[in-house]
């Protein structure tokens, strides 16, 4: 059966035969920390579509060894001396995958929280295997209950973004391993970004990152009140900060920009505002700026939608837990203090 695939070939889709499986050149890597069922959701999509599984836990205090075990995957069991984070996670799981398969050409990376969707392996190999300077290739990634809280609903709409050439993925996408090899893997001090990151030294090696219009996997997030988004948005602002840190000098302005943006309206605005409220309280009304901006963004996105307004109304409130993370960033290296990795569930 044909599968929609998208390439850039005179800036329109077209149809690829698949020519049956072609996961016998690939590898996937899972990771996770107490994710119980969804572990096990995550492993059973992939399990014999892949030449390897591997699966490497953070310490989880949950079975999910023991469920990974049982399913026949190949376990990697974090020191736990070691802070924990994603790219440590995902680099111990392609040395392991590369030490016993070296003929392995291709990567899928995914978190144990997700599921691959039927059809995804052979859409992102093909893409690989005749486009020879795309690296990395990722696709759409849904939210798998959207109805269930408005925190799972902003995931799903952060996650609908345009296909084609992009500068950068999330943590699900598919790999060429001799390039995520050349590149060093992911940079095991960043607790958040590092897939951006990654993505910006495959840019500057000449490759391509491509995001398919193809469905990749549903997303299990969990997330059920404010306390937690407001550590993912924290999360955010920590990764931006990051970049910034690292890529903010480079052509691009690496996070730049939504840096910037972070610092004008999580806290410049609002102390200005209330410095400028103890000479004369009228200076409040400034703070209507802020349901202004919700409005602007709302309009933007197309205000027949309820949910684009709910979106709009996070995106401005999210300013503040991602000034929280940046400031989390900037105090860490103001006081030399190792970052320490920041969960939301």
């Known amino acids: 059966m044909p599968i929609n695939i998208y390439t850039e070939e005179d800036g329109i889709d077209r149809l690829i035969n698949s020519g049956g499986q072609l996961s016998g050149s690939l590898g996937v890597i899972i990771i996770g920390r107490n994710e119980g069922l969804r572990l096990v959701t995550c492993l059973s999509s992939v399990v014999n579509k892949a030449v390897a599984v591997i699966y490497v836990d ?131 001090k960043l607790i958040a970004g590092e897939e951006p990151e990654l993505c910006i030294r495959m840019r500057n090696l000449g490759w391509d990152v491509m995001r398919l219009k193809d469905e990749m996997a549903l997303h299990d997030a969990a997330i059920t009140h404010v306390g937690q988004w407001w550590h993912r948005a924290m999360r955010g602002g920590h990764a931006f900060a990051e970049g910034v840190y690292l890529h903010g000098n480079s052509p691009e302005r690496h996070c730049v920009v939504e840096s910037v943006r972070i610092w004008i309206w999580g806290i410049f605005v609002p ?64 006081f030399k203090s190792a970052s320490t990795i920041i969960e939301y569930k």
């Open 271 to 334: 102390v200005f505002i209330f410095i400028a409220a103890i000479l004369d309280a009228s200076f409040l009304m400034l703070l209507l700026v802020y349901p202004v901006q919700v409005v602007r963004i709302a309009l933007k996105l197309g205000r027949q939608k309820k949910a684009n307004w709910v979106y709009a109304f996070f995106m401005v409130l999210g300013k503040f837990p991602e000034f929280q993370g940046q400031w989390k960033f900037c105090f860490g290296k103001l």
């Open 58 to 188: 953070s310490g989880s205090m949950d079975s999910s060894v023991v469920m990974a075990q049982s399913l026949g995957v190949d376990v990697v069991e974090l020191d736990s001396s070691i802070p924990f984070t994603a790219a440590r996670a995902r680099n111990a799981g392609f040395e392991r995958l590369h030490k016993n398969n070296p003929d392995i050409l291709y990567v899928q990376f995914v978190d144990g929280d997700c599921e691959i969707v039927d059809g995804w392996l052979n859409a992102a190999i093909a893409v690989l295997k005749i486009e020879p300077k795309i690296g990395i290739v990722c696709g759409r990634l849904r939210e798998r209950y959207p109805e269930s809280s408005v925190y799972n609903l902003l995931c799903d709409m952060e996650w609908d973004v345009p296909s084609g050439k992009v500068k950068g993925c999330g943590g699900i996408f598919m790999v060429r391993a001799t390039l995520f090899s050349e590149v060093g893997g992911f940079n095991e």
